[in-house]
């Protein structure tokens, strides 16, 4: 009898400690995910504090992908110098290197259809929003969409409109503007790219490079090789589109 008297008392202390770990536990859940009341300021750190949804100026390190951020936005400048010219620089040693799978892969050969020219992935909520000048050593660590000025070595942005100079490149979903640098690459560009390689899925604008591949061209390419999987007008020393391959001009 004794015994199963002691066996209910330690089930029992058992079962409290139990319900108790597991409020705690919810409690913890909630603090760590329940969203913090944001207010807008003049000039801001980056990574900036969860705390700030909008500033003028921001200048720091860079801007991380952050859960807890519903969204930021800068109206304004934003000048950063991060650590990813490093990584950059080594990548683009490794793309050059291995230039000629990097145009195989992007579907440029005979047998392809077009579809390796698209861009997958895409985050479609950027807590990220600037308008007006980006100035930064290298690209941001999280999703971004911009208005107006981006210069720097490289960059990735979910929508743009405006004009991005970089050296290496820059990688976007829908980009209404200019972009210039060594590598372009868009899902939707309405505007013009500049550099060796330019890649678009549907282009409705301009290519200006040695080699230009677009999925859909109801735009204009111009460069040394023009690769396009639907008619579309091109200038260049060889030419090839879903019609035909011809030099100088191909329509």
């Excluded at 970089?166 to 309405?190: E, F």
Aim: with cysteine; charged share 15%.
């Amino acid at each position: 009898m004794k015994t199963r008297i002691l066996l209910l008392l330690i089930l029992s202390t058992k079962i409290i400690y139990a319900q108790d770990t597991i409020v705690q536990q919810n409690s913890i859940y909630e603090q760590r995910f329940t969203p913090v009341e944001q207010h807008a300021q003049f000039f801001g750190f980056t990574p900036m504090s969860k705390k700030i949804n909008k500033v003028n100026f921001a200048f720091g390190l860079g801007h991380v992908e952050n859960r807890r951020i519903a969204n930021q936005t800068i109206n304004g400048l934003n000048l950063e110098v991060n650590p990813a010219p490093v990584a950059a620089v080594f990548v683009a040693f490794l793309a050059i290197m291995h230039l000629p799978d990097v145009i195989k892969n992007s579907d440029l050969s005979s047998r392809g259809d077009g579809e390796g020219l698209k861009i997958k992935n895409w985050e479609y909520s950027p807590y990220l929003k600037i308008n007006g000048l980006n100035l930064s050593t290298g690209c941001f660590f999280t999703t971004a969409s911009m208005n107006g000025l981006n210069i720097s070595l490289a960059n990735k942005f979910n929508d743009f409109n405006g004009a991005s100079v970089t050296v290496l490149g820059t990688i976007i979903d829908t980009q209404n503007g200019v972009s210039i640098g060594i590598y372009n690459a868009n899902n939707s560009l309405k505007g013009a790219t500049v550099g060796f390689f330019n890649q678009s899925y549907e282009l409705k604008g301009i290519h200006v490079g040695l080699i230009n591949a677009a999925k859909y061209n109801r735009g204009v390419q111009v460069g040394i090789y023009n690769r396009s999987y639907s008619k579309g007008f091109q200038i260049g020393v060889w030419n090839k589109n879903a019609k035909r391959s011809f030099p100088i001009v191909n329509w």
